[in-house]
């Protein structure tokens, strides 16, 4: 039933958005269900892409990543999309009342999975991991998960449409400021306790 709404929110969200609510997922059985596949699918393409395809600017000269620093990489990758999920669940219970909210945290969770979804699955584009093809595949799943997350708070959240909007822009503002920290942290790591060995 899961596998099906998270098929469902990306082909009518409205409709599936109101099945999500009728249904009481735990925050565990999201992690575990859900998080943890999803979680894996841009971890892992990224690690064939990097390892087995490479990547190049100018058409030419590709290179990779060897194995045995790509594949700590990953795994920290998978981690911080873990921990990623779980700040904003947690951001968007703690700023809920403010919006006349009153759902519980596995509610929150259940509206930040699934928004996130489309991102997760552009991870997809990591097996062909071309800077331009990247952008744009990634550019597009914001947008969809944009157009989910506004079109879920009011279902979910059981608020009213005017402060849905205004929460769901702070959802999303809260969502940027995790991304930008995780990418932060990721060329933290890289260039001081993991550093990356490249293969031309």
Not at 68 to 73: E, I, K, R, W
Not at 96 to 122: N, Q
Not at 181 to 199: D, E, H, K, R
Request: glycine share 8%; proline share 4%.
């Amino acid at each position: 039933m899961f596998l099906q709404h998270m098929m469902g929110v990306l082909y009518h969200p409205k409709k599936e958005w109101n099945a999500i609510r009728n249904e009481h997922y735990s925050t565990t059985h999201v992690f575990l269900a859900q998080i943890s596949i999803l979680a894996a699918i841009p971890a892992i393409s990224l690690f064939i892409g990097t390892t087995q395809v490479g990547w190049s600017l100018t058409g030419s000269d590709y290179v990779t990543l060897s194995i045995a620093s790509a594949l700590p990489a990953a795994i920290a990758f998978y981690i911080a999309m873990w921990v990623a999920v779980g700040i904003i669940a947690y951001a968007v219970h703690w700023m809920e009342k403010t919006y006349g909210g009153s759902v519980g945290f596995d509610e929150c969770m259940v509206l930040v999975t699934f928004t996130a979804t489309p991102l997760f699955l552009s991870g997809l584009a990591g097996l062909y991991p071309m800077l331009w093809f990247n952008v744009i595949v990634g550019l597009l799943a914001l947008s969809y998960s944009v157009y989910l997350l506004y079109a879920g708070v009011p279902q979910i959240m059981q608020i009213p449409e005017d402060r849905a909007f205004f929460f769901s822009t702070s959802i999303l503002t809260v969502g940027l400021v995790v991304l930008v920290a995780i990418l932060a942290a990721t060329v933290i790591l890289w260039g001081t306790f993991v550093p990356l060995s490249y293969n031309s």
